[in-house]
């Protein structure tokens, strides 16, 4: 089992750029796939970013191709994503999440998910 805590949500300007942390408890983070999932009001959770366990691999989806970078340091137990050119709606509360399995680009892949952190950006 792993236990997940983000960190480094905010209120920034479209345009702007933040830096989403999980960290991970547990021996075996490293064995872990991992993703990030946005879900905005009203909304399903929606894949985002995932990452290998060896970070050898990475998933986008469309939406944030080329603005957005997931990354992971194992030494750490710690996957990132990082966020540029943020647009108004990238506004939700991002969740990071691990799983074991392959399927990492849908929500029902992952057994561990964290609190959330919430991203607000202003037109």
């Known amino acids: 089992q792993v236990q997940l805590v983000e960190s480094g949500g905010g209120l920034v300007q479209a345009g702007g750029s933040l830096r989403l942390s999980c960290a991970a408890d547990g021996r075996t983070f490293s064995s872990y796939n991992m993703g990030w999932f946005q879900q905005a009001p009203g909304k399903e959770r929606e894949f985002v970013a995932a990452?290998?366990?060896?970070?050898?691999?990475?998933y986008y989806s469309d939406s944030v191709k080329g603005r957005f970078t997931i990354s992971r340091d194992n030494d750490k137990n710690t996957v990132y994503l990082q966020m540029n050119t943020l647009k108004p709606e990238d506004t939700a509360v991002y969740y990071c999440?691990?799983?074991?399995?392959?399927?990492?680009?849908?929500?029902?892949?992952?057994?561990?998910w964290g609190q959330g952190t919430q991203v607000t950006v202003s037109s």
């Open positions: 999440a691990a799983t074991g399995g392959t399927q990492i680009t849908t929500a029902v892949g992952y057994s561990y």
């Open positions: 990452i290998s366990w060896s970070g050898g691999r990475t």
